[in-house]
């Protein structure tokens, strides 16, 4: 049975960081990444890293500011989180098997997590 369980969220000031992390378990991905949620709003890509080659792509809003990476011995990808702002505030979802990796959207998501929740404070 796949599952993927992020840690890592809390409650941090604007200018800070956090480090999201994401264990999945049942198998293994060619891809896994991170999207978002704010109250209101549709779900966003924001990154996502390939298993071969570690090739990643980011959304424009976290360019710069994000680092994904993946450790494939322990079947996890992690999303660090440099100097946030209060629009980052969301319930952060891991995903793998993200289909087109180059046009990624939440309808071509094999699998899910259940969500972490990142406030940035102003």
């Known amino acids: 049975q796949v599952q993927l369980v992020e840690s890592g969220g809390g409650l941090v000031q604007a200018g800070g960081s956090l480090r999201l992390s994401c264990a999945a378990s049942?198998?293994?991905?060619?891809?896994m990444g991170w999207f978002r949620q704010a109250p209101g709003k549709e779900r966003e890509f924001v990154a996502v890293?390939?298993?071969?080659?570690?090739?990643?792509y980011y959304a424009e809003s976290v360019k710069g500011r994000f680092t994904i990476s993946r450790d494939n011995a322990k079947n996890t990808v992690y999303l660090q989180m440099n100097s946030l702002k209060p629009e980052d505030t969301a319930v952060y979802y891991c995903?793998?098997?993200?289909?087109?990796?180059?046009?990624?959207?939440?309808?071509?998501?094999?699998?899910w997590g259940k969500g972490t929740q990142v406030t940035v404070s102003s």
């Open positions: 995903a793998a098997d993200l289909g087109n990796i180059l046009t990624p959207l939440p309808a071509n998501v094999a699998y």
């Open positions: 049942g198998r293994t991905f060619n891809s």
């Open positions: 890293i390939r298993r071969s080659a570690y090739l990643t």
